[in-house]
């Protein structure tokens, strides 16, 4: 675990102003910034171990009973800077509610997972004048630092229409301590692939380290992939509620393997010999994860599972995409190469009979 306690550091802020020009003029473009929603500074700090404190300092206190439409969005990465932003730390004030899902109604804090628009944590946040201070768990951003922040601003007075096309093409203010780019994030209410199914978040990638190819690391488990090596299990365990159905995630040669079965001995844990088929793997070099567990439209408990690949430099490659249907132990997979806006059905069927799963071992028999 490391901590942010002496590692606060400032922002050097590089705002401008964007013109939407594929918007016709309107008040908020043609209008300034107020300085409560520009930024003057930026520290984090650890009060105490698995916390973390973003303070942004604006340049003018935040007048009370503000209706304006004002985003403050710390972007990070779990990969490291140099990679796409993937979690934004957001505060939505004054009237504006946060479009994720779940939605982050104004006054309130979050944070959201940006490939998926789903927010799958709770802040804490305190205005008071200048300064907010939003809090919390470290996890959530794999203690790193944000890559950059950015404001959106929309006066009260804007019509609903133009809320979304300008929050979604323009940014404010930005700030990007080391340069490293100035591109500004699309607004994730723009975010490729919505989400289609009630989330509950089941996985974030970026909370354990890629499994290694060989040697141990803890939590060792028996052999699941059937090398001769014992291989890894990571504390991710949910059962689908109001089922004995479990899933648990687990590494072997270098990926993650997200297994599926039945709790036999009712312990909320999927241990090896209770596998019965995996539905989602880790298959890139370079890549993050993340999953969900929902009800999908004919209300059957569906298990998501998106794996994302980058290249260097943080450009996106490709995206594969599992979804099991648990009533009916169906393995779909999907690929996508735009980014998530177009996926092509790759595989349909039983979890074990799909190609890459086909040489892992279930409740103890390789299949
Ligand atoms: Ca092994
Ligand atoms: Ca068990």
Redesign the pocket.
Known sequence: MLFLTSRGFAFLVVGCFVICLSQGPSAAQTGTMPDFARIGDITTSSPQPGVTKLTITTLGPIPSGDQSKLTFEAYFSSLGPDYPSDTAVLFSHGSYTYPSDPAIAPGTAGVVDIPGGFAFGDADVVVDGSTITITFASVFVNDMLPNYVVTRFLPADSAESDLTPYLADCFIVSSDYLSRSTIPPAHPSRANNPPTYPRLIIYRGFEFNSPPKWGERGNQVADINGDGNPDWQYPVNHTIPGTEV?IGLFGAGGCFYLGVGI?????D???TN?ITGYIGMCQYIIGGNGGAIGVNQNGQWTIVWENYGYYLFGIEKERTRYEYIVATDTLTVLVSTDGGNTYTQTFSGKPTKYPKFTSLVTSGTTQ
């Open positions: 479990t709790d036999q001995d009712g312990d844990h999927l241990d209770e």
